[in-house]
């Protein structure tokens, strides 16, 4: 991909996001794709299918790219997340249970596999290349299950979303533009590109929200873009906050379960203020954490999401350094 | 959100200690092996084990979140 590829796809996803973004935010009414935006104190009801609109773009962008020459990794790139965005859609437009929900989500890898995008010999920082033949096509598998139930669960206010996942995809552009793999790189920023449009209409007060659509999208691209740039690790330092989000979920839960089925909730609204919930038996997750001491606004919360995302960002970059001189 | 930051350092920290402990006693105790193959599985499984004792790790992150949110919220009763 050259440099004119760059400047064309990249702000291509940008606008075709922001145009799509605007047009459901303006034009889908229906019942069914609406959802409450309950952390307002007049409840507004809002289309929940916005992922849609970063969905298209980053994929037109992507079959553009395969279209112009690309491999298996090109196609993957396109297919995988795919594959992910319309299980959303289908958890968007009916509850999924809570254990089918996981392994629906196995399917991503499944194109990985198939087309043999991936390399069974990971390069792990400060130890070098391991051979892991026969578990590493389970572990890509599980991969995609793991991570978008991470991403899922931090999408839960205004903006949240896009907040905490460009610095990551940043984080995973450069690091694979520095490894030499153009295409996982490409995909970073199409994607980034692509939420920074959606943004817009997703910020506080949003008018859109993003739906398990978009958050499974990201996930299956952050996974599919590790597998292929082959840095499993880096990846993993740098879904920090999201891992431990979903592990404090877990915890307090007591396992896999649908936070829709709980009546207990980790914080509450209070004159459009975010309060950390005063019962011990409350879930636990970042938000609540972050507005123990004080309760915040929204946006304020969304901000401390992405700061906590540039943070382990860096963390992901440093390992990269300290582990470079035996990576490659 | 100095306590979100901590948790995050302690877990990346943790987990770049499991890495050395990889290559520094892992690799070189499976190398004094001389079937390829029992090497090879000695390897992917201490280095699994190393792993899951991480992931054990994070669940107690997760405990001293979960009571430091109790505490706090006591405290501030």
Redesign the interface.
């Given at each position: 991909m050259s440099v004119t590829g760059y400047a064309l796809l990249i702000p291509l996803s940008f606008l075709v996001s922001l145009a799509l973004s605007w047009v459901i935010a303006k034009h889908v009414r229906s019942a069914r794709l609406m959802g409450v935006d309950v952390h307002k104190p007049d409840r507004p009801r809002l289309p929940k299918i916005g992922g849609l609109a970063f969905t298209a773009s980053y994929s037109a962008a992507m079959l553009l790219n395969w279209l112009m020459g690309g491999g298996a990794v090109e196609l993957v790139l396109v297919i995988s997340p795919l594959i992910a965005a319309a299980i959303g859609l289908l958890e968007d437009l009916r509850e999924l249970h809570p254990v089918i929900k996981p392994l629906l989500l196995l399917l991503p890898g499944i194109p990985v596999l198939l087309l043999s995008a991936y390399n069974p010999y990971p390069v792990?920082?400060?130890?070098?290349g391991?051979?892991?033949t026969l578990?590493y096509p389970l572990l890509v598998l599980a991969a995609y299950t793991v991570v978008a139930n991470a991403i899922n669960s931090v999408d839960v206010l205004n903006g949240s979303l896009v907040l905490s996942t460009l610095p990551v995809l940043l984080l995973l552009s450069a690091v694979s533009w520095l490894v030499g793999e153009e295409a996982p790189a490409l995909a970073s920023l199409a994607l980034g590109a692509s939420l920074l449009g959606f943004l817009k209409y997703n910020w506080y007060p949003a008018r859109v929200f993003s739906g398990n659509i978009g958050s499974n999208l990201v996930a299956a691209v952050i996974t599919t873009v590790a597998i292929t740039a082959r840095i499993e690790?880096i990846t993993?330092?740098a879904l920090?906050?999201h891992?431990?989000n979903e592990?404090?979920i877990i915890?307090?839960m007591g396992g896999l379960k649908s936070g829709k089925a709980f009546a207990a909730r980790p914080i509450r609204v209070v004159r459009g203020m975010i309060v950390?919930s005063?019962r011990?038996s409350d879930p636990?997750t970042?938000v609540?954490?972050?507005t123990?001491?004080n309760p915040m606004g929204e946006a304020s919360v969304s901000k401390?999401l992405a700061?906590?995302s540039v943070?382990?960002s860096m963390?992901a970059l440093i390992?990269y350094l300290?582990?470079g001189v035996r990576f490659r | 959100?100095k306590?979100?930051?901590a948790?995050?350092?302690v877990?990346?920290v943790s987990?770049?200690g499991i890495?050395?402990a990889?290559?520094t006693i892992i690799?070189p105790l499976a190398q004094g092996i001389e079937s390829s193959l029992a090497a090879?599985l000695l390897?992917?499984s201490l280095?699994l084990v190393l792993f899951a004792v991480w992931l054990v790790w994070?669940?107690e992150?997760?405990?001293y979140?979960?009571l430091?949110?109790?505490r706090?919220?006591s405290d501030q009763?």
């Amino acid at each position: 991909m050259s440099v004119t590829g760059y400047a064309l796809l990249i702000p291509l996803s940008f606008l075709v996001s922001l145009a799509l973004s605007w047009v459901i935010a303006k034009h889908v009414r229906s019942a069914r794709l609406m959802g409450v935006d309950v952390h307002k104190p007049d409840r507004p009801r809002l289309p929940k299918i916005g992922g849609l609109a970063f969905t298209a773009s980053y994929s037109a962008a992507m079959l553009l790219n395969w279209l112009m020459g690309g491999g298996a990794v090109e196609l993957v790139l396109v297919i995988s997340p795919l594959i992910a965005a319309a299980i959303g859609l289908l958890e968007d437009l009916r509850e999924l249970h809570p254990v089918i929900k996981p392994l629906l989500l196995l399917l991503p890898g499944i194109p990985v596999l198939l087309l043999s995008a991936y390399n069974p010999y990971p390069v792990i920082p400060l130890v070098g290349g391991i051979r892991i033949t026969l578990l590493y096509p389970l572990l890509v598998l599980a991969a995609y299950t793991v991570v978008a139930n991470a991403i899922n669960s931090v999408d839960v206010l205004n903006g949240s979303l896009v907040l905490s996942t460009l610095p990551v995809l940043l984080l995973l552009s450069a690091v694979s533009w520095l490894v030499g793999e153009e295409a996982p790189a490409l995909a970073s920023l199409a994607l980034g590109a692509s939420l920074l449009g959606f943004l817009k209409y997703n910020w506080y007060p949003a008018r859109v929200f993003s739906g398990n659509i978009g958050s499974n999208l990201v996930a299956a691209v952050i996974t599919t873009v590790a597998i292929t740039a082959r840095i499993e690790v880096i990846t993993l330092v740098a879904l920090l906050p999201h891992i431990l989000n979903e592990f404090f979920i877990i915890v307090s839960m007591g396992g896999l379960k649908s936070g829709k089925a709980f009546a207990a909730r980790p914080i509450r609204v209070v004159r459009g203020m975010i309060v950390s919930s005063p019962r011990p038996s409350d879930p636990i997750t970042l938000v609540r954490l972050i507005t123990l001491q004080n309760p915040m606004g929204e946006a304020s919360v969304s901000k401390r999401l992405a700061l906590l995302s540039v943070y382990s960002s860096m963390l992901a970059l440093i390992t990269y350094l300290i582990g470079g001189v035996r990576f490659r | 959100m100095k306590t979100l930051l901590a948790l995050i350092t302690v877990a990346w920290v943790s987990l770049i200690g499991i890495l050395i402990a990889i290559s520094t006693i892992i690799l070189p105790l499976a190398q004094g092996i001389e079937s390829s193959l029992a090497a090879s599985l000695l390897r992917v499984s201490l280095s699994l084990v190393l792993f899951a004792v991480w992931l054990v790790w994070l669940f107690e992150l997760a405990f001293y979140a979960s009571l430091k949110s109790r505490r706090g919220r006591s405290d501030q009763k």
